[in-house]
Each structure stands twice: as C-alpha cells, then as structure tokens.
C-alpha cells in the first residue's frame, strides 16, 4: 500500500549525551589531523594560484577574477581571510583546515538525518581520518569547500522533503547557489539529488514545484557571473593536453574504480596529489584495503540486514545514495570517453565523495548489525579499513616534497640575482617561485622584483602569455616557431640594464645529456639557442632543476 504520511522518525538514537560526546572526540581529532604539518609541505602550482587570485588579481577589469575559470566565492573568502591572516602557507591553508572539520561534522549530521545516529557517526569517523579529505583541508583549494556545501545540500533537502516548509526549501537554493559558485562541478554533484525526490514516498506536485523552484532559482543566480566571466572578459585558453593525459593513464575502463581507490584509501593515482605521488604503500596494505571496502559496499547495497535498522523507506534512500555516488562518476566518465578528459581522479571526482562516506557509513552499521555476528564482525571490518586509513595516513605526514622546490629555487635567486640582471621562469614554474620571492620581502610587479635593500632585477615569466594569464598553460605559440622565440627574447631582454648583466634562465625540468651537451628540452632549449645567437654564453648553474646563466660575448640585438 502507498503510504500517505511522510516518512516516519528513524530509529530511537544513542543517549544524547553520548552522541554529543562522539561527535565532539571525533571532531577534536579530525581538526587536529588537519592542522598537523600544515606547512611542511611547500605550495604547490595549484595553491600559489589561490594566492594569486586574493592577492594580487583585481576584482575587476584586466586581471581580475572573471579572468579564471573557475566561479569566486571561495577565492573572495580567501581574499578577506588573507587581510587578516596574512599569506604565509599555513594562514592561506587556514580556511580549509576549518571547512573541513566542520564537513566532518556536517556529514555526521546528514547521516543521522537521512538514516541513524549510528550511520552517521560511523560517517564521521570515515570522514576524519580519510586521507583525500585530510589532503583537500591542507590545501589551499576549493575543493574542501565544494564538499561541505553539497554534503549540506543533502541534509537541506531532505529536510524540505520531509517538513516540506518554505524555509528549509530556501535554505537548500541558497546553499545551492553558493556550491555552483565555488565551482562548476557542483553541477554533476547536484544532478543526483532528484533522485531524492523522485525517491520520496509522498512527493506531490507540492514538493516538486519547490524543488523546480530552489534549483531554478540557483541556475539563475549563475547566470550573472557566467556573463561576466565568460562574455565580458577575455578568456586566454591554456594548454590543457595533460588531462588527456591523465585520462589515458588511468586507463579510462578503471577510471571509476580508481576514484573508490582513492575515496577510501587515498592511494597513488595517475593526478600527482603531492605527496601522494611519493608514497609507497604495501601491495598487501592496499589489497587488504581494496578487499574491505568491497566487502562494506557489498554489504551497504544488499538488502540483507536493512530491516535490523529500522529505517522506513530505507531502500529509498539507498537509492539516492547509490545514484549520488555513481551519476557524477559516470556523467565525467562519459564526457571525458565522449567529447574532453576531465577525468582526474582525486580532483574532479571529489564531487561524489560525500556520497561514497556515506555509503561506507552505511555499510559499517549493516555490518555492525548483522544477525548473531555482527557484534563480532563489524568492529573486525572496521577496525581493518580504519587501520589500513591510518597506515596511510603516517606515510602521508612523513612523505618529502613531491615537486621541485619553488621555495629554494626562491631563495638562491634572492642571493645571485644582482641589480639589473633579468631573471626569466618558464612555464607555470615562475608563479610559485614569486610567490616565494614575496614571502621573502620581495616586492614583485609590473616585471620586477626589489627587495629593501634595494636589489632590483627584472622578474619575466616565459612564454609571455604567463605573466598575463599564470593560470594557465600557454606553450603552443612559441613551441616550434622560432619568430615567436624570437619575439619574446626580444621584450625579455629589454630590461637588461648592465653590459656584464646576467639573463637566468629557470625552468623545474631537468637537464639532460644528449651527445655529450647538457640541454634542457623543449621550448628553454629553443630560448636559449637564441640568446646564443644573438652573442650570449650559457652555462649550467644547476641540473635539477635547471638553471642556466647567460652574458654577452658582444653587443647585439635580435633582428
């Protein structure tokens, strides 16, 4: 029979006192998790545009933020945070080291809500210590943000759904709003959630119209910024063949069970996550892993054992659970296979990854549930994820730095560099290094860095296009074409004030050896080749990264 009320209280919970106290350990260890090393690893590429889209990006006009490609609010966040805080690494990562205690307890909540107290503290715990959240609440990233707010979107609209008042209605259009404008992929990571309500046992038109309305309402919200971004601003486009491959790496038929991988163990993947791409973790370790999360899964999908949780409709809400985990996995996989790779497992896939907590959330209180053994079983499987979690967890903390470091390259430059020498960086490299150059009391703008002494060389980014535009990759134009080389020598050596001046070359790739010359492949090679031709002698300083020092032979210009 239909059932005509909606749905009914779950299950009596734990003494209130005792749930109280779980959430509060758990989120005591789940911020103390994220602080700890928070700056031992330096900022990365990615981190250093955060810095430079609330530091030094305007609000608008030319270099502004409608210049990126990704929506504002968490860069206007970071921005008034970084007036207070400052800019060091640990006060930039800041913010998301408390977004993500708080996820910790907004999953919490949003299991408790939409199934028990139980599934929902077994989410907490998952949460707290899972590396890839850890990870993104290091990182001073978007991502930890984007998590919480479509985690709490869950929680919002099931609230609707069941009191069907207009404030909870308009609680999740607002949170909504704020998702899609942290980034695009909430798109994908909201999809799932009419799913909900077609799962509802009495939705009525009623229910339909204000989820019509809440999700209409946030579409429409994003419109302004989308024209402001994409149509009044110039957009340069940035290399981006590193995703295909990425994509290719995976290889695309493991793509999907790859991002379970990583959900719950945080393993080394084909995305270079930092320290991540350092690690070495047991074979046996991460099969171990594999072999439990398979078993929780398994256990969280089957009916067996659903009636001992005393859930109404509770294969409703495993319905929307398994669609909010899978339809956002298979819409990138399906996009990346049919028109662009955007697959990168461990970033853009994080759009499921509350859905995946509480699934494991979910499966471990089945386990635990279990008729006659159950009491046994469930803390042994348990125990076991948890253990392999943790083991990750210490290799994570002590693992060394997973890029070449920006922050020494920063400081050898901050004791060689002279008055009127040209320091050049190539490629995406050059941000991070002036990002370090700045934390040590450099000033940098307008192509120049100057220090209190006042030491002052010319600071250019190669090709040209990265000083613009250093939130992209632009390598195609001058990759192969030598008037382009050219043209950009032409503008870097322009500030060269000194004939025994020095023009430094930088680049992270390391040198090699080809026919008995060290080179450094790729567009640097083609720079240096022409400051040769037009009478400078280089030599390497450094192989790894590389550095090289030119000087004139002769006065001459290019032609």
């Given at each position: 029979m239909r059932p005509t009320t909606d749905l009914p209280a779950h299950s009596t919970p734990p003494v209130a006192l005792v749930f109280i106290g779980a959430t509060a350990a758990i989120l005591l260890v789940a911020f103390c998790l994220r602080i700890y090393n928070l700056g031992t690893q330096e900022l990365w590429l990615d981190e250093t545009r955060s810095w430079y889209m609330t530091t030094v990006m305007n609000w608008i006009g030319p270099q502004s933020?409608?210049?990126?490609?990704?929506?504002?609010?968490?860069?206007?966040?970071?921005?008034?945070?970084?007036?207070?805080?400052?800019?060091?690494?640990?006060?930039?990562?800041?913010?998301?080291?408390?977004?993500?205690?708080?996820?910790?307890?907004?999953?919490?909540?949003v299991g408790r809500e939409i199934f028990d107290a139980h599934v929902g503290l077994w989410t907490g715990v998952l949460a707290a210590l899972s590396p890839m959240q850890i990870f993104y609440s290091q990182e001073a990233r978007s991502y930890v943000l984007l998590m919480l707010l479509l985690v709490v979107c869950y929680g919002l609209l099931f609230r609707a759904l069941k009191t069907n008042a207009f404030g909870w209605?308009?609680?999740?259009?607002?949170?909504?709003?704020?998702?899609?404008?942290?980034?695009?992929?909430?798109?994908?990571?909201?999809?799932?959630?009419?799913?909900?309500?077609?799962?509802?046992?009495?939705?009525?038109?009623?229910?339909?119209?204000?989820?019509?309305?809440?999700?209409?309402?946030?579409?429409?919200?994003?419109?302004?910024?989308?024209?402001?971004?994409?149509?009044?601003?110039?957009?340069?486009?940035?290399?981006?063949?590193?995703?295909?491959?990425?994509?290719?790496?995976?290889?695309?038929?493991?793509?999907?069970?790859?991002?379970?991988?990583?959900f719950g163990l945080g393993s080394v993947t084909a995305f270079q996550l930092k320290q991540f791409a350092l690690l070495e973790f047991p074979w046996q370790l991460r099969w171990l892993g594999i072999g439990t999360l398979l078993v929780i899964g398994t256990v969280a999908v089957l009916p067996y054992a659903d009636s001992r949780l005393g859930i109404a409709f509770l294969c409703r809400r495993k319905a929307w659970l398994v669609s909010a985990l899978l339809l956002p996995l298979l819409a990138l996989w399906a996009g990346s296979y049919l028109i662009k790779p955007l697959y990168s497992v461990g970033r853009y896939d994080m759009v499921a990854f509350p859905a995946f907590l509480l699934f494991m959330g979910l499966g471990l209180t089945k386990c635990v549930r279990m008729p006659r053994v159950g009491v046994v079983v469930g803390p042994i499987i348990g125990a076991l994820l948890l253990s392999v979690m943790a083991a990750k967890l210490m290799r994570y903390y002590t693992a060394g730095n997973a890029h070449i470091s920006a922050r020494a390259v920063a400081s050898w430059i901050g004791t060689t560099a002279r008055s009127g020498d040209v320091v050049v960086v190539s490629r995406e490299f050059g941000l991070p290094v002036r990002y370090f150059l700045t934390q040590k009391g450099y000033q940098c703008g307008s192509g120049y860095c100057r220090d209190e002494r006042g030491n002052r060389f010319a600071y250019r980014q190669y090709p040209l296009e990265m000083e613009k535009y250093p939130l992209g990759r632009h390598l195609a134009r001058v990759r192969g074409s030598r008037a382009e080389v050219q043209k950009d020598l032409r503008q870097l050596l322009e500030p060269l004030a000194r004939p025994d001046g020095a023009v430094w070359l930088i680049t992270r790739i390391e040198a090699i050896s080809e026919d008995g010359k060290w080179l450094v492949p790729g567009i640097e090679n083609d720079l240096g080749e022409e400051l040769v031709r037009v009478g400078f002698t280089g030599k390497f300083i450094n192989l790894s990264p590389a550095i090289l020092k030119f000087q004139r032979r002769q006065q001459r210009v290019p032609n």
């Amino acid at each position: 029979m239909r059932p005509t009320t909606d749905l009914p209280a779950h299950s009596t919970p734990p003494v209130a006192l005792v749930f109280i106290g779980a959430t509060a350990a758990i989120l005591l260890v789940a911020f103390c998790l994220r602080i700890y090393n928070l700056g031992t690893q330096e900022l990365w590429l990615d981190e250093t545009r955060s810095w430079y889209m609330t530091t030094v990006m305007n609000w608008i006009g030319p270099q502004s933020l409608g210049e990126n490609n990704t929506p504002p609010l968490y860069y206007l966040l970071l921005r008034a945070w970084s007036r207070i805080a400052g800019d060091s690494p640990e006060a930039l990562r800041g913010p998301s080291v408390l977004t993500g205690t708080v996820f910790v307890g907004a999953a919490i909540w949003v299991g408790r809500e939409i199934f028990d107290a139980h599934v929902g503290l077994w989410t907490g715990v998952l949460a707290a210590l899972s590396p890839m959240q850890i990870f993104y609440s290091q990182e001073a990233r978007s991502y930890v943000l984007l998590m919480l707010l479509l985690v709490v979107c869950y929680g919002l609209l099931f609230r609707a759904l069941k009191t069907n008042a207009f404030g909870w209605w308009l609680a999740y259009g607002i949170v909504s709003v704020l998702a899609l404008h942290c980034h695009y992929m909430a798109v994908i990571g909201l999809a799932p959630n009419v799913v909900m309500v077609f799962a509802w046992p009495t939705s009525g038109i009623s229910r339909w119209l204000r989820y019509g309305g809440a999700t209409l309402g946030a579409a429409v919200l994003l419109i302004p910024w989308l024209l402001a971004s994409f149509y009044f601003t110039d957009h340069l486009t940035g290399d981006l063949g590193f995703m295909k491959l990425y994509w290719e790496r995976l290889p695309p038929s493991m793509a999907v069970l790859r991002s379970f991988e990583i959900f719950g163990l945080g393993s080394v993947t084909a995305f270079q996550l930092k320290q991540f791409a350092l690690l070495e973790f047991p074979w046996q370790l991460r099969w171990l892993g594999i072999g439990t999360l398979l078993v929780i899964g398994t256990v969280a999908v089957l009916p067996y054992a659903d009636s001992r949780l005393g859930i109404a409709f509770l294969c409703r809400r495993k319905a929307w659970l398994v669609s909010a985990l899978l339809l956002p996995l298979l819409a990138l996989w399906a996009g990346s296979y049919l028109i662009k790779p955007l697959y990168s497992v461990g970033r853009y896939d994080m759009v499921a990854f509350p859905a995946f907590l509480l699934f494991m959330g979910l499966g471990l209180t089945k386990c635990v549930r279990m008729p006659r053994v159950g009491v046994v079983v469930g803390p042994i499987i348990g125990a076991l994820l948890l253990s392999v979690m943790a083991a990750k967890l210490m290799r994570y903390y002590t693992a060394g730095n997973a890029h070449i470091s920006a922050r020494a390259v920063a400081s050898w430059i901050g004791t060689t560099a002279r008055s009127g020498d040209v320091v050049v960086v190539s490629r995406e490299f050059g941000l991070p290094v002036r990002y370090f150059l700045t934390q040590k009391g450099y000033q940098c703008g307008s192509g120049y860095c100057r220090d209190e002494r006042g030491n002052r060389f010319a600071y250019r980014q190669y090709p040209l296009e990265m000083e613009k535009y250093p939130l992209g990759r632009h390598l195609a134009r001058v990759r192969g074409s030598r008037a382009e080389v050219q043209k950009d020598l032409r503008q870097l050596l322009e500030p060269l004030a000194r004939p025994d001046g020095a023009v430094w070359l930088i680049t992270r790739i390391e040198a090699i050896s080809e026919d008995g010359k060290w080179l450094v492949p790729g567009i640097e090679n083609d720079l240096g080749e022409e400051l040769v031709r037009v009478g400078f002698t280089g030599k390497f300083i450094n192989l790894s990264p590389a550095i090289l020092k030119f000087q004139r032979r002769q006065q001459r210009v290019p032609n």
